[in-house]
């Protein structure tokens, strides 16, 4: 069954045509997903999650002809947000949706010879593919891609927009694949943002990020995952963190039928920083799950990793997170937390925060919680005329509002507040308190 | 009896060896190893404990688990299994006088056979995991416990391990039956001379608490942990499980610091409304041990609440995990857990890990896990040295203080000793 579903996936590998400098990458991938045994509920990392819904399915590639424009519907969920744009639908770039690139900014078919060598020197090499099944997978579908490279100590003036849009009916896969590369000194912001239309029912997106982000560089990084609920995701975000460098990541999920985010960034120079935030809050019959793995291989590291959820109706949460210390990696200090709140009685959360340390000066602590809406805070509210209604969604909203508040980026921060908010209440008369501000 | 082991065999043969822990091992020879070894031969087995081996009772001194008469002020009772058979027992006279049955498991078989039927397997059923079902198959001796309804047990019970032969494995069973309205305190004392040979240890404890019973179980754990190049020492493989009925109350404490290899989780299903599961722990890891230890807290039951309270100490190469699982099943509405979890770390060669799993499927079910981990700080060390306290003094000190929460769980004579064996334990790991 499930080895078929492997030959599958080969299958549509085969179909997909890439510029042949990529082939070898591809070739690795195929193998690496091959040699990968398929999970099961044994296996560890998939102990909570079914990949049923992906087995199930007999999917084929996203026809690259069909349906270039969007509806109105579709452009009204972008974030106006003053940016280079790169408008990915069905997989493929439209040229038509995004803005002009930067210097910095170049597809993988576009890519000149230096271009193309600092691909081939990256790419796959970040991500690491023995262990990461559907990383394996990206690279072995790995048609297209984007490469963000700021040089040394060069700033990129407007932050990088890369919305994955999927509008194409059952059973269609897309791969999606991005790669930074910030050399010595450099700065950028990047907002990945993957949604799909409401037409789209059974649609299976597997994305995959890498970035290098070298010495005293900086990058913040953003990914909202926004899609339908039939619609599968299978991501992954792959970070090397050189000396003095700094990571700023937020990360924002709704549920689906089968949604599966991994996290695995490597202090790799002494000095260098994490701040990793999420949000997930799956409702109905959604499930979503967060894999996160920080690994301190040097010393004097920083990691500060806090993921909220609430987790409503029959919606099924796991969170994963591990911070790894390894042996030598002195002074590093590490906090992980992790609070979960269930709305309804047959909402379900697996929260598992591992710490693994081989090290011995070093101050590393995690918290995890899970819990109901305070009756004492819910009595309050309705005690000073607000419905119990709209009490509930005003906690929910509380409970990770410190969060949203948290992203720097003005816009994005906006435009999550009542996006979010209607996520707990489709009324507006609930949530006009939490809107306007 | 003889079915049920069987039973057991069959399904040990169609399972695989676990290799999920976070431990390594040579591979173990299940043929390799005896899996049944008297102390004597049967006729001149000690009549009574003047003939005991005057080393052995040594042993139980420097444990703190009086065996003498004389201290029977102390009032322990006492089942002393040493290898697969139980040597003696102390107190039976009395303790039958308030109608609590304490005996070898291999003689409740034949005296209780109903009871030993009833609720052995209950709780661990024989194929629950690899070890257990080899258990099953193979127990040759062990403790059987039962109080009767209302009865306060009026001592503290204690059986003591000890595995003497070489090349052995001990495969003991408890089972303790507290019926309703019971209370009993249960120690559990474990030692084994130096040898170079790996040896195997896989006991099933069995706890069954019915309503408004209590057990207090408290383990100090004192195998022989291996030398300092890690050779030699304890494979401790071992399930121990307790269920709680309606307002019923488990207590595991225990301190381990032996054995070259611990997989252990002493657990609490709690079953019945309003039951409570408790855990505390210290588990100190020296040279090259492993221990991977921790705890599972079932909530089936309303308003059910565990605590569990583990402490890791790792020094030299030593790796210490903690493994815990809270599940809070659909029907545990106000359920309550805490959990806490802190490790400390004593050198720069050793681990400390912590693997938490927790599954809540009910919303009123409150859980809570905070962890920590640090090193013994150079500010404490600076104080107690500055005070005339030598480094490894000073360590044996703020270590007492580290596991002060769990210490105070132990019956007094308990607490003492385990302070004591924690100093020896981490002998040469300062300077």
Not at chain 1, 291 to 315: K, L
Not at chain 1, 406 to 423: F, N, Y
Not at chain 2, 160 to 187: C, K, P, W
Not at chain 2, 250 to 262: F, H, K, N, R, Y
Request: overall charge negative.
């Amino acid at each position: 069954m499930a080895g078929e579903f492997q030959q599958q996936a080969l299958a549509l590998a085969a179909q997909q045509t890439v510029t042949p400098w990529l082939s070898d990458l591809r070739a690795q991938g195929s193998l690496s997903w091959q040699a990968h045994a398929w999970p099961t509920r044994k296996t560890e990392a998939w102990r909570y999650t079914s990949l049923l819904p992906v087995e199930n399915e007999q999917w084929q590639l996203c026809d690259i002809a069909a349906s270039n424009t969007l509806s109105d519907e579709t452009l009204a969920e972008f974030i106006e947000l003053d940016a280079y744009r790169l408008v990915f639908v069905n997989g493929r770039l439209n040229s038509e949706l995004s803005s002009a690139l930067p210097a910095e900014m170049v597809t993988f078919a576009d890519a000149n010879a230096a271009q193309q060598v600092l691909i081939k020197q990256h790419l796959g090499q970040i991500a690491d593919q023995q262990t990461h099944l559907f990383a394996a997978l990206n690279s072995s579908w790995l048609h297209e891609g984007v490469l963000l490279h700021v040089a040394a100590n060069q700033r990129l003036d407007k932050p990088v927009y890369v919305v994955h849009v999927n509008d194409q009916g059952d059973a269609k896969a897309v791969n999606a694949r991005v790669l930074v590369v910030l050399e010595t000194g450099a700065e950028a912001t990047l907002l990945e943002h993957y949604f799909s239309t409401s037409t789209v029912d059974r649609g299976w997106t597997n994305a995959l990020t890498e970035c290098v982000v070298g010495a005293n560089a900086s990058l913040k990084h953003y990914r909202i995952n926004l899609e339908s609920e039939q619609a599968l995701h299978t991501g992954g975000v792959h970070v090397r963190l050189n000396q003095d460098a700094r990571f700023n990541g937020f990360t924002l999920a709704n549920g689906s039928r089968l949604k599966r985010i991994d996290y695995h960034l490597k202090h790799l120079g002494s000095g260098s920083d994490v701040q990793l935030n999420g949000i997930y809050l799956p409702r109905k019959q959604q499930r979503v799950d967060y894999h996160t793995c920080v690994e301190h291989c040097v010393p004097h590291c920083t990691t500060n990793e806090t993921f909220r959820g609430v987790i409503a109706d029959s919606a099924k949460a796991v969170f994963n997170g591990r911070i790894h210390i390894h042996q030598d990696a002195q002074k590093t200090l590490a906090e992980m937390s992790n609070r979960n709140l269930l709305t309804s009685d047959q909402a379900q959360v697996n929260t598992k925060p591992e710490l693994e340390i081989y090290a011995d000066d070093v101050r590393c602590a995690h918290g995890a919680t899970v819990s109901q809406l305070n009756d004492e805070a819910l009595f309050y509210l309705t005690s000073r005329g607000v419905s119990e209604a709209e009490a509930r969604v005003m906690l929910s909203f509380g409970f990770v509002n410190e969060l949203v508040e948290g992203v720097e980026l003005d816009v994005l921060r906006h435009w999550l507040r009542p996006r979010i908010a209607h996520m707990f209440g489709q009324n507006d008369q609930l949530t006009r308190h939490i809107i306007h501000e | 009896m003889l079915e049920w082991r069987l039973k057991a065999y069959r399904i040990w043969q169609t399972m695989e060896e676990p290799d999920w822990a976070h431990v390594h091992y040579p591979e173990i020879d299940f043929q390799a190893v005896s899996y049944y070894s008297a102390p004597k031969s049967l006729e001149d087995r000690p009549k009574s404990l003047d003939e005991v081996d005057p080393d052995l009772i040594e042993t139980y001194n420097k444990l703190g688990i009086p065996l003498h008469e004389q201290e029977m002020l102390a009032g322990v009772a006492v089942d002393a299994v040493f290898d697969s058979v139980s040597v003696v027992t102390t107190f039976r006279e009395k303790l039958e006088e308030a109608g609590v049955i304490f005996c070898p498991i291999s003689e409740a078989v034949h005296r209780f056979p109903d009871l030993v039927k009833k609720y052995i397997g209950s709780v661990v059923p024989q194929r629950d995991n690899y070890y257990a079902a080899l258990n099953s198959a193979v127990f040759s001796d062990g403790s059987f416990v039962y109080i009767p309804k209302g009865v306060r047990c009026p001592m503290e019970l204690s059986t003591y391990f000890r595995i003497n032969q070489m090349n052995t494995g001990q495969f003991e069973r408890t089972l303790i039956i507290a019926d309703e309205g019971s209370h009993v305190s249960y120690l559990e004392g474990c030692t084994a001379p130096q040898r170079d040979e790996n040896q195997l240890h896989a006991a099933v404890v069995e706890l069954i608490a019915l309503d408004n019973a209590e057990i207090k179980y408290s383990t100090v754990q004192n195998w022989y942990p291996g030398d300092e190049n890690g050779k030699g020492g304890i494979y401790n493989f071992v399930t121990k499980r307790g269920i709680c009925h309606t307002r019923a109350k488990i207590s595991w404490t225990q301190v381990e610091t032996g054995s070259a290899v611990t997989w252990k989780y002493p657990s609490c299903i709690l079953k019945g409304d309003h039951s409570v599961g408790e855990f505390y722990s210290v588990a100190l890891t020296n040279n090259y041990q492993q221990a991977d230890t921790g705890t599972k807290m079932i909530h089936l039951g309303k308003n059910t609440k565990s605590t569990i309270i583990s402490k890791g100490i790792s020094a030299g190469h030593s790796q210490n995990a903690y493994r815990g699982l809270v599940r809070m099943g659909s029907s545990a509405a106000g359920a309550r857990n805490y959990t806490q979890c802190d490790s400390l770390l004593i050198g720069d060669r050793c681990g400390a890990h912590t693997f938490p799993y927790i599954e809540s499927a009910h919303p009123s079910a409150i859980v809570e896990h905070e962890a920590t981990t640090s090193k013994v700080s150079d500010d404490q060390m600076f104080l107690c040295q500055q005070r005339g306290l030598d480094a490894e003094k000073a360590v044996s000190m703020i270590v007492n203080g580290f596991c002060r929460e769990v210490f105070k769980q132990l019956p007094m004579e308990f607490a003492v000793e385990a302070g004591k064996l924690l100093e020896v334990s981490l002998e040469g790991s300062v300077g």
